[in-house]
């Protein structure tokens, strides 16, 4: 079955800089990569996601990229806010689900706690 | 946001205690997940149901019995829970045919 690594597992940066969070994939037939945010004592909550047939996509101060061939995805956040500080999981679809299309199961990395200092 | 609820939000629940877990979604979705959350350890799958069918059941111990009696509804029926247990336990919702899960908040639920 599918195996999802993140790393690092805790990253801390200066306010203003970039942060990058990197995930690799096992299974080669995962076409659908997103990207969640959870903040202390909140709900998990998609922030930025990417499709197999897409290299990258930007929204704001936020990029993913996808490599297909070595099997790895990562986060960009630039120009990082205190706000942005919270744990973000990378997730991976492992195929195709029973009503084909878009419906298998995530397979979730173990999580990044990214800590923006003022 | 109250597209996903939770309720409760906290359990503290003895080994030998019965409880249930409810969730709720009010997003016209089609199909909901039940998620484990242990510290240091990914979102770890445990129920899929699609149309209130169950589709995936990750080897996850009898004690936990998952009820789905329609697409808005999601219970998760425990029993004889074990401390390991302890950790907060998501419920999700997705539209079939679109890939974004929407989480609700959560229960944080403690088994002395």
């Known amino acids: 079955g599918e195996n999802v690594e993140q790393h690092p597992s805790t990253l801390s940066v200066q306010e203003g800089d970039s942060a990058v969070i990197k995930c690799t994939y096992s299974?080669?037939?995962?076409?659908?990569f997103p990207w969640y945010k959870q903040e202390l004592g909140k709900r998990p909550q998609l922030i930025i996601d990417?499709?197999?047939?897409?290299g990258e996509k930007k929204d704001q101060r936020i990029a993913v990229t996808l490599n297909k061939t070595a099997k790895h995805f990562s986060l960009h956040i630039t120009e990082t806010q205190p706000e942005d500080s919270a744990v973000y999981f990378c997730?991976?679809?492992?195929?195709?689900?029973?009503?084909?299309?878009?419906?298998?199961?995530?397979?979730f990395g173990k999580g990044t706690k990214l800590s923006v200092k003022p | 946001e109250t597209g996903v609820t939770q309720t409760p939000r906290h359990l503290v629940m003895g080994m030998t205690n019965k409880k249930s877990l409810k969730c709720e979604q009010h997003?016209?979705?089609?199909?909901m997940y039940w998620y484990k959350q242990s510290a240091k350890k990914p979102l770890e799958l445990m129920f899929v149901?699609?149309?209130?069918?169950?589709?995936e059941n990750n080897s996850v111990p009898s004690r936990f019995s998952p009820e789905c009696p329609n697409s808005s509804h999601l219970f998760l029926h425990l029993h004889t829970l074990q401390p390991e247990d302890s950790a907060l336990y998501l419920c999700?919702?997705?539209?079939?045919?679109?890939?974004?899960?929407?989480f609700g908040p959560g229960t944080r639920l403690t088994v002395l």
């Open positions: 997730a991976a679809r492992a195929g195709y689900g029973n009503y084909g299309g878009s419906q298998g199961n995530l397979i």
């Open positions: 990417i499709r197999s047939n897409v």
């Open positions: 299974d080669s037939a995962s076409n659908y």
């Open positions: 149901y699609n149309f209130k069918e169950q589709t």
């Open positions: 997003l016209g979705h089609n199909a």
């Open positions: 999700a919702s997705s539209r079939l045919g679109t890939d974004t899960q929407y």
